[in-house]
């Protein structure tokens, strides 16, 4: 007998099943099941039971969720999908009971996976914060969103943001025009956090005001920074020297994020990644907090997670 799921309105059937069917053609091409929809309910086919109960799980999981007023949306089914294959599907309607931030449209943003609301909790709650993994598992773009939730509330006087400006190394002079358009194409995607949360127009205003500094990591040397949230991204490709003088400028009522992903190192073959070494010192140390993501907190398009373990399994790596 196959599995069924009611629903009591079209609104909740097409919330659940997609634009067009799209949630039911994602969870067939995952699981190997055939769903078929009326409308007022869809019946899940397998000739494994337990995949079908799986897939009127995660269905199930996303009607609750709607039920609480919630829109669902691709990102919603990945990250049940993604939590159901780690086993901790029973915790998805956790993830939105708590809202990070407001972006600067008013839109709520929530964690999507368990790991990132672990990320979330670490980030509040210690000094320094690591969140090492693969692209799309929002390590960076939550740590800016917390950043802008903590300027706003004034827990913070400004934001900092940093990285190895140029793969291997910091070599600027080479690169055409003034230090911000040398800089900016690699923090485009602190950027991209700074907007979604504050808008580009106020986003702007506050780095001519000096309240968010955006700079190439050897601009922090002989700095103390208080009263700050400060993010180093791409943090992989930094030397050992260098992660030691970054860490070095945390002061009184700051907090640090580094970011990194250790796959995706363009150092020197001999030269040691600052990042790994710094986690390999650091993981015992009172106040500091190591999070390590997979391909399953991947929140991009669900064909980017198989991506990423397709790159894996072949020893190759590709860029963020």
């Known amino acids: 007998m196959?599995?069924?799921l009611h629903f009591d309105n079209f609104d909740d059937a097409q919330q659940i099943l997609g634009v067009n069917d799209e949630h039911i053609r994602i969870l067939e091409d995952e699981f190997d099941v055939h769903i078929y929809s009326n409308g007022h309910e869809v019946k899940i086919k397998s000739d494994d039971e337990s995949i079908e109960q799986k897939t009127l799980d995660i269905l199930t999981s996303l009607l609750r969720i709607r039920k609480q007023g919630h829109q669902v949306t691709l990102r919603d089914l990945q990250s049940?999908?993604?939590?159901?294959?780690?086993?901790?599907?029973?915790?998805?309607?956790d993830l939105y009971k708590?809202?990070?931030?407001?972006?600067?449209?008013?839109?709520?943003?929530?964690?999507?996976?368990t790991g990132q609301q672990i990320y979330i909790n670490h980030i509040k709650n210690n000094?320094?914060?690591?969140?090492?993994?693969?692209?799309g598992t929002g390590k960076t773009f939550l740590a800016v969103v917390i950043a802008c939730q903590m300027l706003k509330d004034n827990d913070i006087k400004r934001i900092v943001l940093t990285r190895p400006a140029v793969e291997a190394g910091e070599n600027l002079g080479f690169l055409p025009g003034d230090l911000k358009e040398k800089v900016d194409p690699y923090l485009r995607p602190l950027y991209d956090g700074l907007h979604m949360m504050l808008g580009a127009e106020h986003t702007d205003r506050l780095i001519e005001r000096g309240i968010i500094e955006v700079a190439p990591l050897?601009?922090?040397?002989?700095?103390?920074?208080n009263d700050a949230f400060i993010i180093l991204d791409e943090a992989q490709n930094t030397t050992t020297m260098q992660m030691k003088m970054f860490l070095t400028r945390l002061g009184f009522g700051s907090k640090m994020v580094v970011t990194g992903d250790e796959t995706q190192i363009d150092l020197p073959s001999k030269t040691r990644s600052g990042l790994i070494e710094s986690v390999?010192?650091?993981?015992?140390?009172?106040?500091?907090?190591?999070?390590?993501?997979?391909?399953?907190?991947?929140?991009?398009?669900?064909?980017v997670s198989r991506i990423i373990r397709a790159y894996e399994a072949?020893?190759?790596h590709v860029n963020d």
């Open 2 to 4: 196959p599995k069924v």
């Open 80 to 93: 049940a999908i993604q939590m159901s294959e780690k086993g901790t599907l029973e915790y998805l309607e």
């Open 98 to 113: 708590e809202e990070i931030a407001k972006d600067f449209r008013g839109k709520p943003i929530r964690a999507k996976t």
């Open 127 to 135: 000094d320094l914060t690591f969140g090492i993994g693969p692209a």
């Open 218 to 225: 050897a601009y922090m040397r002989g700095r103390t920074l």
């Open 280 to 303: 390999d010192k650091l993981k015992d140390v009172r106040g500091v907090k190591i999070n390590h993501f997979t391909d399953q907190d991947v929140v991009r398009h669900p064909l």
């Open 314 to 316: 072949g020893d190759i």
